[in-house]
């Protein structure tokens, strides 16, 4: 690093698909993360990085749906994604039947009413696979599981799990112990990654101190976060009056963030910031923009300077009232603190070299012009929060779907008692799979249309129209009856992904080796078949002999026998006769090991 740059030099980037891998010589055991929001391509490439040795691009999961099949059967057990109950994306346009394999993966938080579930934080557990203790990696940052490109901010910590208790991760623990309690049990991996992480001692970042950890949720006994005594500078893309109040307004030398958030506020002789034009990022034409995205800010960050030390806070929570705990509704969030000397790792150094200067964000930052919030704004802001509360609503009414067969197809039905929802002049609904939404206008329960096997889902659309033009969408989880079991949805989607012997090689390599490369993979979804690929593959056969000598060699091959199972009748119409011979002999030597 140069003398003059800050650790939030925007070129010292931390690749969040790259933050999955495992360490050299470990495996993943247990991942755990939590989002505001997510939508379900970039959640899928969440497990395609943690199970598989390339990541994948969102784009790329559409024309290689194998990778994120192969990726979930391996981590089937291993994963969860915590999100705000209704905060899930819609699709935009692009329906796919890869939603299905989140299902058992995406738990959806309640928060308490005028509040959010608001933390970014992902934790991994990863087992030595030649003795010693195990491992565990914490990313904090301010970002969703979304394609949002607004610029954002994380930490990275390593740290091994010790036989004594380090008591400075009590915080994140006790916010587990709040999932587990507000979204059902955990397994028993995700439990033991939620009991070491009270015996994880970080290794120490070069120039810092241990850090400390702070977690806002309705079980917390501990006060709100506040940060050091010292002048502050904050980055906030949302601020208001209660929350600058918490932090002390006459200590804040500055303050980033969104224009129209700024000029929300009364109090306005903070010197502010937000970004300039060259660093706005591209507008992405599949995401309904947010504040957030057109501001092209995402970053929480506090930093204190007190004498010869600075202190920096990184979390989920934005400079309000209720991000901070200060007013209103409490957010449920996240915060790590880390101190060291100003010397060496730098301090707010506006107009200098500092965090705001010329070694940090400084070159992206231009000075806020104070101006009255337009009439369209107000609007918008009103719309957002009408659509806030009718997502509150909807989802405690606890939407039900029924499936009932119709052939190669099923019929689908939604009830749902629909509450009063001012300012929404229309809802209209579907499955995540389907296109086109019908109206909830008249009484239910509604008739969806029919889906194929593999498009069964119980994530569904709710589409919001106000008497205006404006319109919104959310997806949440529906509780189902008469949804086929998970092996005939798990034998629709390897119908309708496998078509070719080199796809179901690639996929079966994919699902044995401990880190495969996907790029045989993409290779063969886009091979057609010239009929000389059906013979055993020599990397299949030698993925099937490491894995029986492997000591969880037999579980991984069980796994694979079921997919066999429910795929025979496919495989023998693609006259894979000698794969399946091969698979009988393997199937007596398991049964030979038991």
């Known amino acids: 690093m140069k003398r003059t740059e800050t650790v939030f030099a925007p070129a010292r980037r931390i690749d969040f698909g790259e933050a999955l891998l495992p360490p050299e010589g470990y495996s993943l055991e247990a991942a755990l993360g939590t989002t505001f929001s997510m939508d379900f391509l970039t959640a899928l490439t969440v497990p395609v990085s943690l199970a598989l040795r390339n990541g994948v691009q969102r784009e790329e999961l559409l024309t290689t749906p194998l990778a994120a099949l192969a990726a979930m059967r391996r981590l089937q057990d291993r994963l969860a994604i915590y999100v705000e109950s209704g905060n899930i994306h819609a699709p935009k346009n692009r329906p796919t039947a890869l939603v299905s394999l989140l299902e058992n993966v995406v738990k959806e938080v309640t928060p308490p009413k005028g509040a959010s579930f608001h933390p970014k934080l992902w934790l991994l557990r990863f087992a030595p696979e030649n003795g010693g203790a195990m491992r565990q990696r914490l990313i904090i940052m301010s970002r ?54 009270g015996y994880v001692r970080w290794d120490r970042v070069p120039g810092f101190s241990q850090p400390s950890f702070h977690a806002h949720h309705p079980a917390s006994k501990r006060p709100p976060w506040r ?12 601020c208001d009056d209660p929350g600058l109040e918490a932090l002390g307004v006459d200590r804040i030398d500055a303050i980033v963030a969104c224009d129209d958030w700024l000029a929300a506020l009364t109090k306005t002789s903070v010197r502010s910031f937000t970004l300039a034009e060259h660093a706005l990022p591209e507008p992405d034409p599949e995401t309904a923009a947010t504040a957030e995205d057109r501001a092209g800010l995402h970053a929480k960050l506090y930093i204190v300077e007190s004498g010869d030390d600075t202190a920096i806070t990184i979390g989920s929570g934005n400079a309000t009232g209720a991000g901070l705990g200060a007013k209103g509704g409490r957010n449920i969030e996240v915060f790590a603190t880390l101190r060291g000397k100003s010397a060496e790792i730098g301090a707010i150094g506006l107009g200098g070299e500092g965090f705001l200067g010329t070694g940090g964000i400084g070159p992206l930052l231009k000075d806020w012009r104070p101006r009255d919030l337009r009439e369209d704004e107000v609007a ?20 039900l779907l029924t499936f009932s067969p119709d052939g190669e197809r099923l019929n689908v039905k939604l009830s749902v008692e629909l509450p009063a929802l001012p300012k929404i002049a229309v809802v209209e609904a579907c499955l995540v799979t ?16 029919s889906v194929r096997f593999a498009d069964a889902t119980t994530f569904i659309r709710f589409d919001l129209h106000a008497e205006r033009d404006d319109t919104a969408s959310f997806v949440t989880q529906a509780k189902a009856n008469g949804l086929p079991d998970a092996d005939m949805r798990l034998r629709a989607l390897l119908s309708d992904m496998v078509k070719t012997p080199e796809q179901f090689f690639a996929f079966v390599t994919a699902m044995l080796e401990k880190r495969p490369d996907i790029s045989g993979m993409m290779r063969a979804t886009v091979t057609r078949g010239t009929g000389t690929g059906t013979r055993v593959a020599m990397p299949v056969l030698e993925s099937l002999l490491t894995t029986y000598l492997s ?39 398991i049964g030979k090991r038991k």
């Not at 957002?384 to 009718?390: F, G, I, K, L, T």
């Not at 389907?434 to 249309?449: E, T, V």
């Not at 796994?559 to 119409?573: F, W």
């Open 434 to 449: 389907q296109r086109d939404s019908i109206s909830l206008s008249d009484a239910g329960p509604w008739d969806l249309g």
């Open 227 to 238: 940060p050091d005594e010292g002048r502050l500078a904050v980055v906030s893309p949302f």
């Open 380 to 399: 918008g802001q009103c719309f957002d929060d009408a659509v806030r509360e009718a997502r509150r609503s909807i989802c405690a009414a606890k939407p």
């Open 144 to 197: 969703n599981l979304t394609r949002d490109r607004a610029w954002d901010v994380a930490l990275r910590l390593e740290g091994e799990e010790q036989t004594a208790i380090q008591n400075r991760n009590a915080p994140l623990v006790e916010l587990l112990e709040f999932l587990e309690r507000s979204s059902g049990k955990m397994n028993t991996r995700l439990r033991g990654l939620r009991e070491g992480l």
């Open 551 to 589: 000591d969880d060699g037999p579980s991984r091959l069980n796994d694979l026998d079921r997919v066999v199972s429910l795929m025979e009748r496919d495989l023998a119409r693609d006259k894979m006769q000698e794969f399946l011979q091969l698979w009988a002999e393997f199937k007596k030597a």
